[in-house]
């Protein structure tokens, strides 16, 4: 029987292709693959909400995995270079080794005030460790997307 997951978006923004991302470890997919998101930049704060369900696994104000029990990992990155902000412009809701559901809310930050200190605000989202032929890509770089919207399906 075929697994199959589907992440969702965690927040309102911009889909781009994850080659985009202004750092070798995500754009060159080390990671794994998946794609980016950007932010609407002006409004202040965004609830960044989880993709899928599961359990959290790293997490940090800028960042968070969540372990599926597909037994797939999906990480999201909010911005580049955002650890040197010390967890300013980010605010945590959930803590590490919490289940939480798709769309569940689990970090408060401000990409504005993240710009505004020099970081890039485009945010990759990847599937830990996978294989690129795996995902089906269920959005276009430069569509816009909702928060919840299905951005890749992963099948396996």
């Not at 993709?51 to 959290?56: H, M, Q």
């Not at 969540?66 to 990992?73: L, M, R, S």
């Not at 902000?85 to 005030?113: A, D």
Request: net charge negative; aromatic share 6%.
């Amino acid at each position: 029987m075929q697994r199959e997951l589907t992440i969702a978006a965690p927040f309102h923004g911009t889909a781009a292709a994850i080659g985009l991302v202004p750092d070798p470890v995500f754009s060159a997919q080390m990671v794994g693959p998946g794609l980016a998101l950007v932010p609407h930049v002006s409004g202040g704060n965004q609830t960044v909400c989880a993709p899928v369900t599961g359990v959290i696994g790293a997490l940090f104000p800028h960042a968070f995995a969540i372990e599926t029990d597909q037994g797939v990992g999906v990480l999201v990155h909010l911005g580049i270079d955002t650890v040197a902000l010390n967890g300013q412009g980010f605010e945590l809701l959930v803590s590490s080794g919490q289940f939480v559901t798709e769309g569940q809310p689990l970090i408060i930050w401000n990409p504005e005030y993240v710009g505004a200190q020099g970081k890039s605000v485009i945010c990759p989202i990847v599937l830990v460790q996978q294989d690129a032929a795996s995902l089906e890509m269920r959005v276009v770089p430069g569509q816009e997307v909702t928060q919840g919207q299905a951005l890749v399906t992963w099948r396996e």
